[in-house]
């Protein structure tokens, strides 16, 4: 089957661009008292001044729903350890009950509001400041208003797994 007159399956994309490692994130948001949060990868630095990341999100998930009205989350970076939770929060974005991922994760908020995981090995807050249509996702472009580093071994995904890089 052609997708939007190419040659390429959706299937054979996805295949394709998993040859693309990526490092890999939890994102967050709050908004109205509740908090949900999302593993993403489709993620990048736009411009150091400003300050902008870009952050795209599956139109049918509560987290992209929650950051269309808040306006702020934050981008959570994990450790190679923290593999069974970016599975937790990749399992059925959009299902009722969303917050409940959060259940024994350790986590602080700061300027946003949005959590911040305390096991991190960086977290950056982002302030919504455009919107675009991007098919089934919507792309986020966000001010920089927050953000920590601490030390760490990043997660990564390549292949439709997550893997550990060796020093």
């Known amino acids: 089957m052609t997708n939007g007159g190419n040659d390429i399956s959706a299937d054979q994309y996805r295949r394709i661009m998993g040859n693309f490692a990526t490092g890999v994130t939890i ?16 993620i990048t630095s736009v411009s150091l001044e400003p300050m902008l990341l870009l952050f795209c999100a599956d139109k049918r998930t509560r987290t992209h729903d929650m950051i269309d009205r808040s306006g702020v989350f ?10 069974e939770l970016a599975k937790v929060f990749g399992e059925n974005p959009g299902a009722p009950g969303e917050d409940e ?28 400041t455009y919107r675009y249509a991007g098919g089934d ?5 966000a ?25």
């Open 143 to 167: 001010e920089v208003v927050n953000a920590g580093e601490r030390l760490g071994n990043p997660l990564v995904f390549w292949r439709g797994r997550y893997i550990q890089l060796r020093p």
């Open 27 to 42: 994102v967050t948001t709050a908004h109205d008292g509740r908090i949900a949060g999302m593993t993403a990868n489709a």
């Open 74 to 83: 934050a981008v959570n970076i994990l450790t190679q350890e923290m593999s």
């Open 137 to 141: 996702h919507t792309i986020f472009v």
């Open 101 to 128: 991922r959060f259940r024994g994760v350790k986590y602080h908020t700061a300027r946003t509001g949005a959590p911040i995981l305390d096991e991190n090995m960086g977290w950056i807050e982002c302030q919504v």
